[in-house]
């Protein structure tokens, strides 16, 4: 069924047809704005009943219940863009796989999470959470799984907003797809959206062409209009390339931090490492072994590892038909033949990044 909300009509006429089917008088100005309200009250009825609600009914009914009929169309109208844009619903316990030594999670509770569940004393001392962020380091050192940790301690939905999502319609499109998805997402309430591969819609304009000098400026148009929504809303972006970004997000007024998310201490390792035991079927681990043979591994590193363990072990069991407990060996045995991602190489330019954009 199509929402069709808005017709061409003057404010009397307007007010005339509301008083001619409910016997109820309105200046013409508020019954111009009564009626598109009017028309998607009698949308959502439509829509719960499977059939054509009168307009008669509709505005009755609209008219009895105002604020429970608003409320309620723009709830259903939400309940769509999440169903549409996949959100996601994630638990308290991936915030807790990362070990609160990790720096970013300490300003991350600091500045996001503690003023959003403490409001009242937040507005006590004129305490305002950021409203945009953006996360910077090398592939794999867990951004996204520190946004996906922040809608879970939060209790918020997750959407991610993947550039292939608005390249759907052609690369010419992209821009208008943009638009049209920040506005549906700036609908929302208690959300957390999230856009991978930044560099991607936001690349410095003074290297770009011209398709990706438009698609920079409008996410440049987006981004107050985001932070102007009064709705408990946080855009977070994530990039491995940081100087690849326009130097216009970069300044402050339109990200309000720019957080690096770098390497794993001792600790840090310890801690997904101590996670994903628990996970398998373990037999003798040295952990502190495996914390000081993972030196240069980055969460997704040390996941792909006990993917790799898991799989070694289900096949020794099966091999053998007996019960299986991995060893310290056999990690030994699978991180011989990877490759971690960090290198001094990686370390010393994401250094060198974190001194010149980080900004808390």
Same mark, same amino acid.
């Given at each position: 069924?199509?929402?069709?909300?808005?017709?061409?009509?003057?404010?009397?006429?307007?007010?005339?047809?509301?008083?001619?089917?409910?016997?109820?008088?309105?200046?013409?100005?508020?019954?111009?704005?009564?009626?598109?309200?009017? +028309?998607?009250?009698?949308?959502?009825?439509?829509?719960? &009943?499977?059939?054509?609600?009168?307009?008669?009914?509709?505005?009755?009914?609209? &008219?009895?219940?105002?604020?429970?009929?608003?409320?309620?169309?723009?709830?259903?109208?939400? +309940?769509?863009?999440?169903?549409?844009?996949?959100? +996601?619903?994630?638990?308290?316990?991936?915030?807790?796989? %990362?070990?609160?030594?990790?720096?970013?999670?300490?300003?991350?509770?600091?500045?996001?999470?503690?003023?959003?569940?403490?409001?009242?004393?937040?507005?006590?001392?004129?305490?305002?959470?950021?409203?945009?962020?953006?996360?910077?380091?090398?592939?794999?050192?867990?951004?996204?799984?520190?946004? @996906?940790?922040?809608?879970?301690?939060?209790?918020?939905?997750?959407?991610?907003?993947?550039?292939?999502?608005?390249?759907?319609?052609?690369?010419?499109?992209?821009?208008?797809?943009?638009?049209?998805?920040?506005?549906?997402?700036?609908?929302?309430?208690?959300?957390?959206?999230?856009?991978?591969?930044?560099?991607?819609?936001?690349?410095?304009?003074?290297?770009?062409? /011209?398709?990706?000098?438009? %698609?920079?400026?409008?996410?440049? @148009?987006?981004?107050?209009?985001?932070?102007?929504?009064? @709705?408990?809303?946080?855009?977070?972006?994530?990039?491995?390339?940081?100087?690849?970004?326009?130097?216009?997000?970069?300044?402050?007024? /339109?990200?309000?931090?720019?957080?690096?998310?770098?390497?794993?201490?001792?600790?840090?390792?310890?801690?997904?490492?101590?996670?994903?035991?628990?996970?398998?079927?373990?037999?003798?681990?040295?952990?502190?072994?495996?914390?000081?043979?993972?030196?240069?591994?980055?969460?997704?590193?040390?996941?792909?590892?006990?993917?790799?363990?898991? +799989?070694?072990?289900?096949?020794?069991?099966?091999?053998?038909?007996?019960?299986?407990?991995?060893?310290?060996?056999?990690?030994?045995?699978?991180?011989?033949?990877?490759?971690?991602?960090?290198?001094?190489?990686?370390?010393?330019?994401?250094?060198?990044?974190?001194?010149?954009?980080?900004?808390?």
């Amino acid at each position: 069924m199509n929402e069709k909300i808005v017709e061409n009509l003057t404010g009397e006429e307007y007010a005339s047809k509301i008083f001619e089917m409910s016997g109820a008088k309105f200046d013409p100005e508020i019954a111009s704005e009564l009626w598109a309200k009017i +028309q998607q009250h009698k949308w959502l009825l439509s829509e719960r &009943l499977s059939r054509d609600v009168g307009a008669r009914t509709a505005c009755i009914d609209f &008219l009895e219940n105002m604020d429970q009929a608003v409320d309620e169309y723009l709830s259903y109208k939400r +309940q769509d863009v999440l169903n549409e844009l996949g959100a +996601q619903t994630f638990g308290r316990e991936i915030w807790d796989t %990362i070990s609160d030594s990790q720096p970013p999670k300490q300003l991350v509770n600091r500045r996001i999470i503690l003023p959003l569940t403490m409001e009242d004393l937040s507005r006590k001392h004129g305490v305002s959470p950021p409203r945009t962020i953006i996360f910077f380091g090398p592939p794999g050192t867990g951004k996204t799984h520190f946004v @996906k940790a922040i809608a879970g301690v939060l209790s918020w939905w997750f959407i991610e907003i993947a550039p292939s999502m608005l390249m759907e319609d052609g690369a010419e499109k992209m821009g208008a797809n943009l638009r049209r998805t920040m506005e549906k997402v700036r609908q929302l309430q208690d959300a957390v959206i999230f856009i991978d591969e930044f560099e991607e819609l936001a690349s410095c304009r003074d290297e770009a062409d /011209r398709l990706d000098k438009c %698609i920079t400026n409008e996410f440049l @148009k987006q981004v107050p209009l985001f932070k102007n929504e009064p @709705k408990r809303l946080l855009l977070v972006c994530a990039t491995n390339y940081i100087r690849h970004l326009d130097q216009a997000l970069l300044r402050p007024g /339109r990200f309000d931090c720019i957080i690096p998310v770098g390497g794993l201490n001792s600790d840090e390792r310890r801690a997904i490492l101590d996670y994903y035991l628990s996970r398998i079927n373990v037999g003798q681990i040295d952990a502190r072994k495996l914390v000081a043979e993972t030196s240069r591994f980055t969460p997704a590193d040390i996941e792909y590892l006990f993917e790799q363990v898991a +799989q070694y072990a289900f096949e020794r069991e099966v091999a053998r038909r007996e019960d299986y407990k991995v060893t310290t060996e056999d990690f030994l045995g699978v991180m011989a033949r990877m490759r971690p991602t960090l290198t001094d190489e990686i370390i010393d330019e994401f250094e060198k990044d974190s001194v010149t954009y980080a900004r808390v």
